[in-house]
């Protein structure tokens, strides 16, 4: 079933009397349960993209629907509930805020939304399990490692049971190890069936994902299904689409 909409998306800067076009009409879909990555440049769009998608910025054409819902249509004063009640967001810096404790930083969504102490702990126990973090919980952030800072995010991400979550570079300042155990969490979730949609500059992080979108120059320049590919064959598929797009830059 489809779960986002994307539909001629454009984006213009105009900065003293200079326009400059960061979008020029992406046309894409993604189902319930995929995992999408979007790779491209730096420059290329890929930000500008994942801010409309996250209702952070609006576009100059085009609209996004979520579940059907035009993103166009939602009011400004009605943005931030939308955003907590449908989106989960994984960003690079972990976005932990340093004097809450790690429960109080995976609660707060439900703590906006005026939820029981009682029932924010039903939701919290399993994804702390599920996540390996119960110990973590009255620590605070900078008690803990990297890697253990992208878990505690990912549970705050699913704690709200969003539609999508959109995690941006996520494997961005995690080490080798911590990438990996972050990746295999990231495909666990999705086998769950949470949709996940990524912007990510690394193959391997790109290898977890179903599909992948590579953007170029404002626009959707290639896509690549995995299907029944092994990772290895997968990887080296991105590796030599991301060659392609390169040269074309040249």
Not at 114 to 136: T, V, W
Not at 141 to 168: C, F
């Amino acid at each position: 079933m489809e779960l986002l909409d994307v539909r001629n998306i454009k984006k213009v800067y105009a900065t003293r009397g200079n326009k400059t076009t960061a979008l020029n009409g992406v046309d894409f879909k993604v189902s319930e349960g995929e995992f999408v990555a979007i790779m491209g440049e730096s420059g290329s769009g890929k930000t500008t993209l994942l801010n409309i998608l996250a209702a952070l910025d609006r576009p100059t054409d085009g609209d996004v629907y979520l579940k059907g819902k035009s993103l166009r249509e939602i009011k400004e004063k009605d943005i931030t509930v939308f955003r907590r009640e449908n989106l989960g967001f994984v960003f690079q810096e972990f976005d932990l805020l340093a004097n809450f404790n790690n429960q109080d930083n995976i609660l707060l969504p439900l703590v906006l939304a005026n939820f029981k102490y009682q029932d924010m702990m039903e939701r919290l126990i399993p994804i702390a399990k599920a996540l390996g973090i119960e110990g973590l919980l009255k620590k605070y952030p900078y008690e803990i490692s990297g890697g253990q800072k992208q878990r505690v995010a990912v549970a705050r991400a699913l704690i709200n049971r969003p539609k999508l979550i959109l995690a941006d570079e996520p494997t961005g300042a995690l080490d080798s190890r911590s990438s990996d155990e972050l990746l295999g969490i990231f495909e666990k979730i999705n086998q769950s069936g949470q949709t996940i949609l990524m912007v990510t500059h690394s193959v391997k992080a790109a290898s977890y994902a179903s599909r992948v979108l590579f953007i170029k120059d404002g626009i959707i320049f290639h896509e690549l299904y995995k299907g029944d590919m092994r990772y290895e064959d997968f990887f080296s598929k991105i590796s030599d689409t991301l060659t392609l797009l390169l040269k074309g830059s040249e």
